[in-house]
């Protein structure tokens, strides 16, 4: 009686100790399974916002922008979630022989390669403004001041 008593309880044991097992099986899955869709999501959105600011580089330096230039400029991190990205800021003094226009069919181009979208507003002070966007996340703003006109002429 007493060994079919210990074969009852060690059928429990193991039956116990396989549920045990299962569930921690489980668990670890759901844990990889999370951090495999939170974590590309991150690095993608961190791609995406170093590959844009330097395509946007690239093409101010090949239209004439050098470092005086660029009145001001910032990078604020921002978070939504489990999404981390970075927003580019920068207002740029255009010289009296350019104009915001000349650097849209490049911009374009840039948001084009990059699977975003390009805005553009026309402000009442004269500059423009770009935006560079996805749903919900704006990447990058560069606002164009026009060089204040001479009132001799």
Do not use: H
Not at 9 to 20: A, D, H, L, N
Not at 82 to 94: A, D, Q, R, V
Not at 99 to 128: P, Q, T, W
């Amino acid at each position: 009686m007493g060994s079919v008593r210990r074969n009852i309880v060690s059928y429990k044991v193991r039956k116990e100790s396989i549920c045990v097992k299962i569930y921690v099986i489980i668990l670890f899955f759901c844990g990889i399974g999370i951090w495999f869709f939170v974590q590309p999501a991150n690095n993608q959105n961190i791609y995406t916002t170093a590959t844009l600011n330097k395509k946007i580089e690239i093409v101010l330096v090949e239209n004439g922008i050098v470092k005086n230039d660029i009145l001001s400029q910032s990078i604020k991190e921002k978070n939504k979630r489990t999404t981390i990205w970075s927003e580019f800021y920068k207002t740029i003094k255009l010289k009296s022989s350019k104009i915001a226009r000349a650097f849209e069919k490049s911009f374009r181009g840039v948001a084009s390669s990059m699977k975003i979208g390009l805005s553009r507003m026309d402000n009442a002070d004269g500059s423009a403004t770009y935006k560079f966007y996805s749903p919900g996340k704006n990447y990058s703003k560069i606002i164009f001041v026009s060089p204040k006109k001479s009132s001799k002429g």
